[in-house]
Every structure is written in structure tokens, then in C-alpha cells.
């Protein structure tokens, strides 16, 4: 069974926009978030959200461009791109914490999507 379902990737142009969209169907969490991975390239992360607080985290790479957001009720975390880049092309996967770890580590997170293709042309 798919617990974690990403949408809203697309081809887009260099400086144009994307909202990513994870559907949650696991029953608990305390973290989610978003990584990507370009082919030939690791795994790397892009945003994370509390659940329950108010924090979130960004890598240093989309900081200003990217914000993520989420809806408790829809067990859903957003993330709106703006100001694409080309570097971002990559597949964005959407994750969930279930314990604890750092945040921006692919091993902390306990489920993964099957990723959205992001496309960003020059």
C-alpha cells in the first residue's frame, strides 16, 4: 500500500512556479518533509515541518525560493516553489518521521513516496 503519494510536478521554466502536494495515509508522524535526487546524484534535503510545532527547516540551496507548509486536518504537507532554477531539476520525494533523528537525514524518515518528476528548463 502507497502511504505517501506526491503530486504537482511538471515541467516548468527557469523562474516560474510549482506546488508540490504529499497526501499522507500513515496514521502517525512528528515530521515531514521533502527530499530530491538528480540522476547520477545522492539523495538531498530540501524542507522539513514540525506536525505539532512551528518549526520548519530549509536547506541552504532554496532558502527564500521554497515554502513548505501543511494542513493537520488533510494529513498533507505543501511546498511551494518559486524562482526555479535549472539546479533544481530532480525527482522530490515527500517523507515521514515516525521517531526521531535529524531532520535533514534520509534514515530518519520511516516512509517514503514513489516521487514527482520537477523539470526545469533554462
Known amino acids: 500500500q502507497v502511504q505517501l503519494v506526491e503530486s504537482g510536478g511538471g515541467l516548468v521554466q527557469a523562474g516560474g512556479s510549482l506546488r508540490l502536494s504529499c497526501a499522507a495515509s500513515?496514521?502517525?508522524?512528528?515530521?515531514m518533509a521533502w527530499f530530491r535526487q538528480a540522476p547520477g546524484k545522492e539523495r538531498e534535503f530540501v524542507a522539513a515541518?514540525?506536525?505539532?510545532?512551528?518549526?520548519?527547516y530549509y536547506a541552504e540551496s532554496v532558502k527564500g525560493r521554497f515554502t513548505i507548509s501543511r494542513d493537520n486536518a488533510k494529513k498533507t504537507v505543501y511546498m511551494q516553489m518559486d524562482s526555479l532554477k535549472p539546479e533544481d531539476t530532480a525527482v522530490y520525494y515527500c517523507?515521514?518521521?515516525?521517531?526521531?533523528?535529524?531532520?535533514?537525514?534520509?534514515?530518519?524518515?520511516?516512509?517514503w513516496g514513489q516521487g514527482t518528476q520537477v523539470t526545469v528548463s533554462s
Open positions: 515541518i514540525s506536525w505539532i510545532g512551528s518549526s520548519n
Open positions: 500513515i496514521r502517525t508522524f512528528n515530521v
Open positions: 517523507a515521514a518521521r515516525v521517531g526521531s533523528g535529524e531532520y535533514y537525514y534520509t534514515a530518519s524518515y520511516a516512509y
